[in-house]
Structures are given as C-alpha cells and as structure tokens.
C-alpha cells in the first residue's frame, strides 16, 4: 500500500534563507506527488503537482519540487522564503486501490520563518 | 470558477449531543467528496468519500455518519459525540475520473466539552 513519510516535524529557518521540507513515499505502482500548504486554522491549498512529464515541477508562490523515481523522493524547495510562508506543509500520493482516487497524506512539516 | 462551502466555521458542543455539519460545492457537477478529520499533531485522516448521491464510503469505524442529499452537498452527522471526536473538519472535493487532486474547505473546528 502507499505511504508517505514527511521526516521533519518542524523546520525553523530565517527570513531569506533556502528551505528544503523531504517528503519520501513508498509505492509499486506509478503515483501521482502532490504538496499542499495550510496556514493556522485554514482549509488546506494545492502547492504543486507531479503527474508526469519533466520532474522539476514549478508551484505557487515560489515553490517548486524534484520527483525523483530512484530515491522515492518528492522534496519541497525554495530559494529565498518570507515570513508569510510560516504553515504546515503536506505532502500527498496518489492511493490506487481497488479504483478508489484518493489520497495519503503525510502527517505535515510546520515551516516556521523567523526574521 | 469552483467553490467549496462549510459551516459552521466552529462549533462547541457537549458530550453526548447530536452533530451536524455541512459542505457544499459550487460551479461543478458530479464531484467526489471527502470528509478528513484533523486532531493536533495526527496529520489528515480521511473519514468518508462519495463518488456519488447515495455511493459512500466510510474508511474508519467510529461513531460518525456522512450523507449526500444532493449532487454537490455532503453532511456529516454523529448521534452522539465524544470527547475524542474534538478537531478540525475539512471537506474537500475532487473532479474524479482519473484526476486527483483535491480541494479544501475552510474547515470546521469542533470542540467537544
């Protein structure tokens, strides 16, 4: 069945600096990635998504990710990040079971951006 | 363009009450819905999805319902609640037929005293 494992709870970063947030899935069938952000007691919004094509995917707000088919890897990047992308990050598959659509979502990162 | 309503926004209800809360969808036809419970630190745990009026599925036994009285409204009810049914409800709907991706409600936070 398909999983996903999101390896850091939290990440606190300052204001300007890189972010990386590592999202890793288990699978044996092809999966589509998604990343979706939550600001505090909000409904959840669609970063990016991986269905097929170039593994770069470009997203809202700056953000992008790398599928990576080898390392089952679908990490959350970007170069230079404000203050008002402090939220909760969630990375999502694809679960192909018996034709259900539905998603596994990752039990979250919290990005936390100091100045 | 599409829009997904829930109400209330929040809700506080003793233990041993009756649960109602609504979600509907706008500007599309035929979507399947989904509601997720969200408890602090625990991630989303999908409870139930509908591919159609009167096609539910309920993924996690509990003491809560789902029903679809029409094509784009999707209710989720409880008889009587517990502490334990305390979080933040989100309804979200997607366009089937292959595509995945899934779009939130703002959420329902309940808190159960």
């Known amino acids: 069945a398909q999983s996903v494992t999101q390896l850091d709870s939290q990440v606190p970063v300052f204001e300007e600096a890189p972010v990386e947030l590592r999202c890793n899935y288990s699978s044996s069938v092809s999966v589509y990635l998604f990343w979706y952000v939550q600001y505090p007691n909000q409904g959840l919004q669609l970063l990016l998504k991986y269905l097929s094509g170039s593994t770069l995917v470009k997203g809202i707000n700056g953000f992008e990710a790398e599928f990576n088919k080898s390392q089952t890897s679908f990490h959350l990047r970007k170069p230079s990040v404000h203050i008002s992308d402090t939220a909760e990050y969630f990375c999502a598959v694809t679960l192909t079971q018996g034709g259900s659509e539905k998603l596994v979502f990752g039990k979250g990162t919290k990005l936390t951006v100091n100045p | 363009s599409q829009t997904i309503h829930q109400w209330p926004a929040t809700l506080v209800q003793p233990v041993g009450s009756p649960l109602s809360l609504e979600c509907t969808v706008e500007?599309?036809?035929?979507?399947?819905l989904y509601w997720y419970r969200q408890a602090a630190g625990r991630g989303l745990q999908l409870l139930f999805y509908?591919?159609?009026?009167?096609?539910i599925s309920s993924e996690v036994p509990q003491n809560l319902s789902a029903s679809r009285p029409q094509d784009r409204q999707f209710i989720l009810s409880s008889k009587k609640l517990l502490l334990s049914d305390s979080g933040f409800y989100l309804c979200?709907?997607?366009?089937?037929?292959?595509?995945?991706?899934?779009?939130f409600g703002p959420g329902t936070r309940l808190t159960v005293t």
């Open positions: 500007g599309t036809s035929n979507p399947n």
């Open positions: 979200a709907w997607s366009l089937g037929l292959g595509v995945y991706e899934q779009y």
């Open positions: 509908s591919i159609g009026i009167d096609q």
